[in-house]
């Protein structure tokens, strides 16, 4: 029995999912990585869930992907099962937060990425190897790079392959805080229970426009939900009223 795997905990409105793979510092397994996916649809289907929290075991976020057999990998190309578990963590409907200590190399930093926020400890290394293989980077997980660090930052990670301290991935917008590591769990902790507070209408809309997901048909009708559903009319009451809202819009069920 194999000792890689994603493991799931649910608490109140967060979920964790924890990459494990001890013996190889959490690569990704060609299992894991269809593992991913599944669990994702899983939780996006459970309206208790408001927030994901993606990480490591054992104080390392993921040291890369399992290179697996080679010729495969090279004849998937942008069609491999790593980029379509990275769209679908993108793609996933509720703010994801990576949370990362030690190594986030390869696939590692491939994941991270795709969250909608990321966190690091001090120890956290962060790094692109494909020049080092002979590989070329797929085209959407470049892409997803250069528009969160920009081009040159891009460049320069993919160019020399070279690993970045937890400090220059804040400093090019790779991380969004970096913290002493026994700080980093409960600064993740504070803000996943602020986002779960916060109205799921407004997090969930201003996520499809910030990721470009959203055309003006789909903007006009986030503002219909809006006038709809009394969130505004809500959150306006508790700040006049000096209390916490009591926000009740859920996401329309699929289909």
Known sequence: MSDA?????????????????LARRNAMTPAMWRQLPVLLDGLEADPAVRVLVLT???????AGADLGDLDELLEAGDGSIAVAAEERLAAFGRPTVAAIEGACVGGGCQLAVACDLRFAAADARFGVPPARLGLVYPAPTTRRLARLVGPSAAKHLLFTSELVDAERALRIGLVDEALPADALAARVAAVTTTIAERSRLTVAAAKEIVDGRADADRIAWWH??????????????AVTGRRPPRFGWTPPAAG
């Open 56 to 62: 490591g075991a054992g104080g390392t976020f993921c």
């Open 5 to 21: 795997e994603l493991t799931v905990t649910v608490a109140g409105p967060v979920a964790t999912v924890v990459i494990r793979n």
């Open 224 to 237: 219909g939900q809006v006038r709809e559903s009394g969130e505004a009319r809500e959150g306006i009451a």
